[in-house]
């Protein structure tokens, strides 16, 4: 079996995404890597992108999630991107890691990180 992948890793976005009220209003970064599975055979035999997944489209697809919509939770807006992905690209398998540096946990942590995989 053929395991190509496509690693779009530590995407930068400001959002307005939480549970807390002050979380969607006054937003904050968060960090996004997106893992991308197909058999990308095709694309190394021709040379086009018409046989691959053009990774600007997918960039801009997760930066008009993370930027213009909310979600509570980080694992529907992980879950959002990943079925989008699917759905607009010839991927097979996809995950998505989202970063929250800023949580309402009262002690010290890097980040928390919510890690979504979905299949065809």
Known sequence: MMKDT?????????????????EREQGQRFYVDA???AD????AKTDKLTDTID?????SQIKDVMENQRFQLLEAVGGHIAELILKTSIATNVTIRIRKPAVPIPGPLNFVQVEISRSK
Do not use: C, D, K, P
Request: aromatic letters at 24%.
């Open 55 to 59: 990774y600007t489209m997918i960039y």
């Open 6 to 22: 496509i690693l779009l890793e530590n995407m930068v976005f400001y959002g307005f995404h939480g549970v807390y009220e002050y």
């Open 35 to 37: 893992q991308i599975h």
């Open 40 to 43: 990308l055979s095709e694309a």
